[in-house]
């Protein structure tokens, strides 16, 4: 299952795409299907300079779920339900 980050904009309320990618990066979760991230760029000398595909823009980018479950649970693995008697369960 794949969501486009535009959508997690939305639902998660945040103010743009730029913000909602912070924050996936932050949690370790901004795994997406097509990254093509900027590339440094090299010095290679008196050779013809290595043509590199530009950045995907975020509101193309597509998140994929299926891969970022196991880091969603284990961020979940964090909080406990603590019950109204003060019993943790």
């Known amino acids: 299952m794949t969501l486009t980050l535009p959508y997690l904009t939305n639902t998660l309320s945040f103010d743009s795409d730029a913000d909602t990618d912070d924050f996936l990066t932050r949690h370790n979760i901004a795994l997406y299907t097509n990254p093509t991230l900027a590339q440094p760029s090299t010095n290679n000398g008196p050779w013809k300079p290595i ?17 970022a479950h196991s880091a969603c649970l284990a961020g979940l693995s964090k909080y406990r339900v603590v019950d109204l008697k003060g019993q943790v369960d």
């Open 51 to 67: 043509k590199v595909a530009p950045p995907t823009p975020l509101h193309e980018r597509i998140w994929d779920c299926k891969k």
